[in-house]
């Protein structure tokens, strides 16, 4: 994306702003933001606030204090992995990128293929100068254009320098016909040079075409002779490369060798060329050579991975050791992971040198484990070969001095694309000497510049150091609390009966089914006033919640935020408002007596209307009596058995038809008071203290931003009325435009004040309770089979406390929540490797003894099998001994206790390690 000024503003520009004014939250990510130039920063971040950042002076003040609202800034080279075990059982924080080691590949060209250069370059200067003579003449800049397209070329192969000399032949024989008509329709502007480093391979040859086409409109005799002179110089070509003695054609395949190569099939390698006809040389080539070759140009469709002659298809080839070499034009520069591969070749040094940073990027990426080789191919008596060569060496100097591989990601700040191009362009048209080359070239490339860029402007918004504890904490957590792939399925599969939506499961794919055709009932909710996603396809492909499976197979991924799956969500809800009017009955066997559960949504509101969070509550009353509570200055009464639980508890009862009679519990009024003072007016607190925090620093750079503004418009204003009082011309209309400026400057920053103040004020809105539930005691708790199933408050206890005493032993930060319900008892987390572990515990009186799950801690194993470990403490009644822990506890075959829904294993610990049994046993005297 791009800025110019407002009469040239780029489309896509245009969409971001478009995408700003229309969307609730906007994420902006790019690799270059600043290149430089605060001006143009600025305008990049008035995408995410027009009025925060309206001036650069909101920049600098963020910079120097190192803090900004809505951006940070992180390099490569600052990214660490949480910390990893060494060899010698020490942790630490390793780079999450590798080296990056160039090498220049250097050779000369001599004999048939230096004369040949030589011709050609004479041939350039002459037709270079010669365009040049004629000023700005569109059709004299196409000549220009064209023939740095030449030199190009014929750095990059022979093979390709033919090939365009042969076309341009051909095509100026058949211009002759109709040169006329050609140059009447010849468009009147030529791309810029930065458009043209913008172009892929096939983009580049209908220009080259169309630049040919226009340098048709000089007289016929020049014409005749120019083809004379391209045809002498394609027949020399062809002498070159009849002779097989290209020297950057041998000088590859001695690099081959040198790096190993030949006779290692599972070695594989990037290579990178600027044409398509260099790309077909090399593919030919490298066949001959007996290696399996693959490629990606610009003619080819993006496709599907399990569609031939597409690019996704040759990038997973690559990937999966079909092809050991894979060719590529800037087709492939951007936008493919090939982590696989650690050795690059750049067959042509770009002349934007930005694109030797997006080339290293497709292999020097996150999971690439070994150092990157990078060889660039330069001929060094060539005047190209020459310049690029002394430009990567001051690059490497650069690199050197900072010990930063940083200087690769922001060459493109410092040099602007065309920047070789225009250079060798005045070279070429007589405009520079060869004295003159280096400084030109260099005169930007300066240690200080790049120092400034890496060390000040790209990173100055974000903070320098990596709290790593407190981001392996919140890794952690989001492990921890995420929404799987297994919980998706299982709702979307749940849901889909209340539709009813058929869904045919696909064996040996995880999570994946095929559905019928979207039925109506569906597709009503895309017509609802907030629905802000896709509409809703009339029939879905086979679909997949697991992303590497939709990846893999190219399926569809449903998750959250996909259209079904929040078509579904909303039906299931709306279904499910009735039932949560009525409330339900569930039998529990944890529950001594009746209880009742009422869940609350509440939601805090800003000023402006917009709910800044919701949150469910869930509050569980056991007991009947009230009891006289301190309450500011009066007395209230609360019911004296009142708790905050979990609303995944449900989870672990079994569902129950109406009791004959109602217990009294039912009828006992809403403990809304209660809830206020223990709950909500701290989940209004913590909200408002983000909220402030996040305001007052946008608040802040607004004002600067618009009273700046303010300040120049009241300056204008000044100095039109003095040029009107001295009858200046024009100072009227100067005038009255600063005036409405200046008031249109203040209008907003008023209005923004005012909305700022406005999202500072929340109140709790819209709490309700959605439902209610009924929690009765099992009643057959007391059978002898069920009594055996519930825990022992002793025995669990001490279980508790010798897994606890266990983790914290290993240095790790425990957490007990086995009164949430989660599904787990411990949460465990290793704050050197970043490890977590969702603990279940469960304790034995004695050695032996039956080990129970209930349906959610079933159901929570089965999802987080990543994480989640069991542990089993025996003789917790004697002298307590914890057991192997056990990972994946769900790859065990538990059985089903049908009466009340739990699962049980039989542990036999009378030998070592533990042993679980897996044989159908009985349980309780009886075979369940």
Request: charge should be negative; include cysteine.
């Amino acid at each position: 994306m791009s800025w110019t000024p407002p009469a040239r503003k780029t489309a896509r520009y245009a969409l971001g702003e478009l995408l700003r004014d229309t969307s609730d939250n906007i994420l902006l990510l790019t690799a270059t933001p600043h290149k430089g130039d605060p001006v143009n920063f600025s305008l990049f971040l008035q995408l995410l606030d027009s009025d925060a950042y309206a001036d650069v002076r909101s920049i600098r003040e963020a910079i120097d204090r190192r803090r900004a609202p809505f951006y940070l800034r992180r390099t490569k080279e600052a990214m660490v992995y949480f910390s990893e075990r060494r060899s010698d059982g020490t942790w630490a924080a390793e780079k999450i990128f590798t080296k990056r080691i160039t090498h220049t590949v250097d050779f000369q060209i001599d004999g048939p293929e230096f004369e040949l250069y030589r011709e050609i370059t004479r041939f350039v200067k002459r037709q270079s100068a010669r365009a040049a003579a004629q000023g700005d003449d569109p059709r004299a800049r196409a000549v220009g254009f064209l023939m740095s397209l030449y030199q190009r070329r014929l750095a990059s192969s022979t093979y390709a320098m033919r090939h365009s000399l042969d076309n341009r032949a051909r095509r100026l024989e058949e211009g002759l016909k109709k040169a006329q008509e050609l140059a009447r329709l010849a468009p009147p502007d030529i791309p810029d040079p930065e458009e043209i480093e913008e172009m892929e391979e096939n983009e580049r040859e209908r220009l080259e075409e169309m630049l040919e086409a226009i340098t048709l409109a000089g007289n016929a005799e020049q014409i005749r002779e120019e083809i004379a002179e391209l045809c002498q110089l394609a027949r020399q070509a062809q002498s070159v490369e009849d002779s097989d003695a290209e020297a950057k054609l041998s000088k590859l395949k001695d690099i081959l060798h040198q790096e190993g190569f030949f006779g290692h099939s599972d070695k594989r390698l990037l290579l990178f060329t600027e044409f398509k006809d260099t790309l077909d040389y090399l593919v030919e080539n490298l066949n001959a050579w007996g290696f399996k070759v693959g490629c990606i140009h610009g003619g080819m469709k993006p496709g599907f991975r399990n569609e031939p002659g597409t690019r996704l298809y040759s990038e997973q080839e690559f990937r999966e050791g079909a092809i050991q070499v894979l060719v590529a034009t800037e087709a492939a520069g951007e936008g493919i992971n090939l982590q696989v591969c650690h050795v690059l070749f750049n067959y042509d040094i770009p002349w934007n040198p930005n694109r030797l940073e997006q080339h290293m990027g497709r292999i020097h990426r996150y999971g690439q484990r070994k150092d990157c080789l990078i060889f660039n191919f330069v001929a060094t008596n060539t005047i190209e070969g020459r310049v690029l060569q002394r430009l990567l060496e001051k690059l490497q100097e650069i690199r050197d001095a900072l010990d930063d591989d940083a200087v690769f990601n922001v060459v493109g700040e410092v040099l602007p694309a065309a920047h070789v191009e225009r250079i060798l362009r005045d070279y070429y048209s007589g405009k520079l000497g060869d004295a003159d080359l280096e400084e030109r070239l260099l005169e930007n490339v300066d240690e200080g510049r790049f120092r400034a860029i890496c060390q000040n402007a790209l990173e100055g918004l974000a903070a320098k150091k990596l709290n790593l504890e407190m981001l392996i904490e919140r890794r952690a957590r989001a492990q921890e609390r995420r929404v799987v792939p297994e919980t998706i399925a299982r709702f979307i599969r749940e849901a889909a009966e209340y539709v009813p939506l058929k869904l045919k499961v696909v064996e040996g794919m995880p999570h994946t089914f095929e559905p019928a055709r979207t039925p109506p009932a569906l597709q009503r909710h895309e017509r609802e006033p907030d629905w802000k996603l896709s509409s809703l396809a009339s029939k879905y492909p086979r679909c997949s919640t697991d992303r590497e499976t939709t990846e893999k197979n190219n399926l569809e991924w449903v998750t959250p935020g996909h259209s079904l799956f929040d078509a579904l969500r909303r039906h299931a809800f709306d279904k499910a408002a009735e039932v949560f009017g009525k409330g339900a009955c569930f039998y529990s066997l944890q529950h001594e007596k009746p209880s009742r559960i009422d869940f609350y949504r509440a939601r805090v509101v800003d000023g402006l209307g917009h709910v800044v969070h919701e949150r469910l509550f869930a509050v569980e009353i056991s007991g009947i009596g009230f009891q006289p509570v301190e309450h500011r200055d009066r007395q209230d009464a609360y019911p004296t058995n009142l708790k905050l639980v979990e609303p995944n508890m449900l989870g672990n009862f079994s569902p129950a038809g109406p009791p004959e009679q109602v217990p009294a519990i039912a009828a006992e009024p809403e403990p809304s008071a209660w809830l206020h003072k223990t709950a909500l007016q701290s989940f209004l607190e913590e909200t408002r203290e983000e909220r402030l925090t996040e305001v007052e620093r946008i608040a802040k750079h607004v004002e600067l931003s618009l009273t700046e503004l303010l300040q120049r418009a009241d300056e204008e204003i000044g100095k039109a009325n003095e040029d009107k009082e001295k009858g200046v011309a024009g100072a009227d209309g100067r005038l009255a435009q600063a005036e409405n400026r200046d008031a249109e400057l203040l209008a907003r920053r008023e209005r923004r004040r005012s909305d700022l103040d406005r999202q500072r004020s929340l109140s709790l809105q819209a709490v309700e309770r959605i439902a209610s539930v009924l929690v009765l005691p099992h009643p057959e708790r007391e059978a002898p089979d069920l009594r055996r199933m519930r825990p022992n408050p002793e025995t669990e206890a001490t279980a508790m406390r010798i897994v606890i005493e266990h983790e914290q032993a290993h240095g790790r930060q425990v957490y007990d929540v086995h009164e949430k319900n989660l599904g787990y008892d411990v949460t465990s987390l290793d704050i050197n490797s970043g490890e977590l572990r969702l603990i279940e515990v469960k304790g034995l009186a004695q050695s032996t003894g039956t080990i129970l799950l209930t349906p959610n801690e079933r159901r929570v194993a089965e999802d987080r099998r990543d994480c989640y470990w069991l542990y089993v403490v025996t003789n917790c009644a004697t002298k307590p001994i914890l057991q192997e822990p056990i990972k994946d506890p769900a790859r065990f075959p538990w059985h089903e206790v049908t009466k009340v829904q739990h699962y049980w294993l039989e542990v036999n610990t009378m030998t070592k390690p533990m042993m679980v049994r897996e044989d159908q046993s009985l349980y309780g005297g009886k075979r369940l």
